[in-house]
């Protein structure tokens, strides 16, 4: 079954990190790239960044650039999106997506997301 | 990161159809063919209805349809249907090499 399975609840609390996995299965994990979207309580989505699959290059959204780490672990299929100095404001769902064809910019697979929530 | 602009909320009734907009900039809409259409229900992981524009990925219904000119694409449904009642992103590629979102519009049928 062709599927990104994500962790489902992390709670960490103001000055933590976090770090969301996102399990793929049911295709070739080197041949797609991975990215992340954020999703506020309010609703609004935002786009993070995205990890090749196959080499590990990452692009950043300017946003996070200082605090953000996507790394990946092709032994398990597993790709990994770490956020430091974390804050109220970056309480909300975490999901992981595949992109459908590579630097085609659209996302054909997506994991059910994690919720993560920040508070003291 | 720049927002690109759709509608907060469309309604329509069932049978009738309705188009979302999504207005961008010349860094990202108005010079890439990488727009894309998502739908959204409550809870739930966002789904792909659009890519590149126009091209519907195998399974959605041809009651969904795309189109772009100039700075801004558009989504078009068409014979509503109650379980069209969602939120919908548009997203597009941008002159800085990465990925931009609207800030979504809520359908009522």
């Known amino acids: 079954q062709v599927q990104l399975v994500q962790s489902e609840v992390e709670v960490r609390k103001p000055g933590d990190s976090v770090k969301v996995s996102c399990k793929a299965s049911g295709y070739t994990f080197l041949s797609y790239d991975i990215a992340w979207v954020r999703q506020a309580p309010g609703g609004g989505m935002e786009w993070m960044g995205w990890i090749s699959a196959y080499n590990g290059h990452a692009k950043y959204a300017d946003k996070f650039h200082d605090r953000i780490r996507m790394t990946r672990d092709t032994s398990t299929n597993i790709a990994f999106m770490e956020l430091r100095g974390l804050t109220s404001d970056d309480t909300g769902v975490y999901f992981c997506a595949r992109e459908g064809s590579p630097n085609h910019w659209y996302y054909d697979l997506w994991g059910r997301g994690t919720l993560v929530t920040v508070s003291s | 990161q720049s927002v690109l602009t759709q509608p907060a909320s469309v309604s329509g009734s069932p049978g009738q159809s309705i188009t979302i907009s999504c207005t961008g900039t010349?860094?990202?809409?108005?010079?890439?063919?990488?727009v894309s259409w998502y739908q959204q229900y409550p809870g739930k992981a966002p789904k792909l209805l659009i890519f590149e524009v126009t091209h519907r990925p195998s399974g959605i219904s041809d009651r969904f349809s795309a189109s772009k000119s100039g700075n801004t694409a558009s989504l078009t449904i068409s014979g509503l249907r109650p379980e069209d009642e969602g939120d919908y992103y548009c997203?597009?590629?941008?002159?800085?090499?990465?990925?931009?979102f609207g800030g979504g519009t809520k359908l009522t049928v």
């Open positions: 010349t860094s990202d809409v108005g010079t890439y063919n990488y």
């Open positions: 997203t597009s590629y941008t002159s800085r090499l990465t990925l931009v």
